[in-house]
């Protein structure tokens, strides 16, 4: 199919797949002391090695340090959904400053016990999640339940699991028109600090250490299990959610939605979204270090397979979208495809030995793949894949 190039895409577009350089992956098992890796040499330092590599090279280093943290339940209603969920909404207050995070919070009620949870971050408020008018609606910008398609909260209700979110400019504003001055990046400035150093977390890693710590509130919270919660994002939001699930192994489940660039796509391919479009608009989600990558790919240390094997062996699923070559679905799947290796240091099922599926026929090995009829979204299609997958892994016996 010959490749148009879309008005809003820059024109040195690369949608050709002749186009493609040869490129060689930085090998996942093999170590910086250029010795080989096996499962024992994984748990005991590749990892970690790789996990740094990714702090100073693509998001940023997280501060290790912990904010003191008060939760506050706003409202709790047994009678959400008519009468099939309990609605929470907690207000997190962080640090000296009492910095405030709004988590949403729906939970089965038909279910016994502690229930398994999807966590994602949304783009525009908690309020835009469903249509429910008792969602505290603390911006205007975009209408009660406007996307309630992308987040299908009764479908996951009624397939027993609890639905966790929070909004993404309440913890670090996406834009950079105030330098993150705002947001919770000066909630961890040393003395005359005004800005991340180069090798410091940008947006993403701010908006991945938030997951974290609803995680840490899921944990305080007896109806939910925490152990199985599956934390998911679309697009720069999926970009967090993989970088959530790398840093921290408690996220039983990593779901990236159509991530491509800076997510599960390979920044090798060139094709679609690459390093010097992303820089041009929002450089900020990123360390300043990942500048320098910028049409020099083959120079970065890592690529995109090797965050993906940083959740091994904990079930990951990777979706794509026909319509969303901006992403780079094909690079979605060889990204996951190349990760199998260390899926299959622990015995667990991988892509290895898969090629890519048609559209519409997913793989659900301990690595899920889909790609999905349509454009860039998250719709009940992959959700209805989603539950299936957590089906197997998140529920309890
Ligand atoms: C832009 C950006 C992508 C990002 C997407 C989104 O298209 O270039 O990298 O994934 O926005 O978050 O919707």
Redesign the pocket.
Known sequence: VASTIAAAEPADTNYDEKKVPPYELPKLLIDKASQSVGRSEWDSHRRTEILHLFEESVYGKTPKRQLSVRYEVIDSDANAFNGRATRKQIAAFFGEKQYRIDILLYIPNKSKGPVPAFLGMNFYGNHTVHSDPKIIQREKKKARGSFSKRWQAELIIDHGYALATIHRDQVAPDNYRNGFTDGIHPLFYTNGQKKPKPDEWGSIGAWAWSLSRVLDYLETNKQINASHVAVIGH???G?TALWAGAQDTRFAMVISNN?????AALYRRCYG?RIH??MK??SYWFCTNHRQYQKREHELPVDQHMLLALIAPRPLYVASATADR??DPKGEFLAAKHASPVYDLFDTSSLSGHEMPKPDQPIHSTIGYHLRTGK?DMTADDWRQYIKFANRFLKQE
Request: hydrophobic share 30%; proline share 0%; aromatic share 6%.
């Open positions: 697009s720069r939001l970009k991530s491509g660039c800076g997510g979204e479009h992303i608009k929002v901006w992403a860039h």
